[in-house]
């Protein structure tokens, strides 16, 4: 079973930059995609971000592209989200995600393996 451990969460002024951190454990190689989500308070879980772990193909929700960058290095069992330009309404709790049952990206339902999330709080 693989295990996901986050890191990198802090408080940024609205314009900084931070950079996630996602190492996972375990039988790694068993994942197809990598995933960053994110929860606001009230609000449901939503795709931010994912990569498949071979291929290093990558997708974005609109709103963070550009802004932001996934990626991983497959020797050292690590994904990464680098976030630029970070805006107030980035604020959330991220969380890492693996899925590995099947080739979807997007849908947080699909992912069966999480970390216990990295909170996010950019100010104005």
């Known amino acids: 079973q693989m295990q996901l451990v986050e890191s990198g969460g802090g408080l940024v002024q609205a314009g900084g930059s931070l950079r996630l951190s996602c190492a996972a454990s375990?039988?790694?190689?068993?994942?197809?995609?990598m995933g960053w989500f994110r929860q606001a308070p009230g609000k449901e879980r939503e795709f931010v971000a994912a990569?498949?772990?071979?291929?290093?193909?990558?997708y974005y929700y609109d709103s963070v592209k550009g802004r932001f960058t996934i990626s991983r290095d497959n020797a050292k069992n690590m994904v990464y989200l680098q976030m630029n330009s970070l805006k107030p309404e980035d604020t959330a709790v991220y969380y890492c995600?693996?899925?590995?049952?099947?080739?979807?990206?997007?849908?947080?339902?699909?992912?069966?393996?999480w970390g216990q999330g990295t909170q996010v709080t950019v100010s104005p």
């Open positions: 990569i498949r772990w071979s291929a290093g193909w990558t």
């Open positions: 375990g039988r790694t190689f068993s994942s197809y995609y």
């Open positions: 995600a693996a899925n590995t049952r099947d080739y979807s990206t997007s849908d947080y339902r699909r992912y069966d393996i």
